[in-house]
Nanobody
């Protein structure tokens, strides 16, 4: 069982940066692939970024590639999402998620592949 708590959201201007954190409980955190998703008002939840259990492989949505970076610190049971050059269209609630399975060598991009979710943190980017 993994419990996830996101933090770091806020209100920023276009072009600014934010770093989201996702703190996980549980001894097995380091064995889970992790991902970030987001959901804007009136839209479906969409994939943002993912990282495999070891941190050696990452995957990004085209809309954030080159601007966002996902990373993890297994010693701190934390996964991060560094967001640079933020745009108004990045405004959404951002969710952290953990894979349903352990030791996935591939980053997971599909919603249904994740079994644990945080409560989300709001990111608002003004123009």
């Amino acid at each position: 069982q993994v419990q996830l708590v996101e933090s770091g959201g806020g209100l920023v201007q276009a072009g600014d940066s934010l770093r989201l954190s996702c703190a996980a409980s549980g001894r097995t955190f380091s064995f889970y692939a992790m991902g970030w998703f987001r959901q804007a008002p009136g839209k479906e939840r969409e994939f943002v970024a993912a990282i495999n259990w070891s941190g050696s492989r990452t995957s990004y949505a085209d809309s954030v590639k080159g601007r966002f970076t996902i990373s993890r610190d297994n010693a701190k049971n934390t996964v991060y999402l560094q967001m640079n050059s933020l745009k108004p269209e990045d405004t959404a609630v951002y969710y952290c998620a953990a894979d349903r399975q352990l030791l996935s060598s591939d980053p997971k991009i599909a919603f249904h592949e994740y079994g644990y979710w945080g409560q989300g943190t709001q990111v608002t980017v003004s123009s």
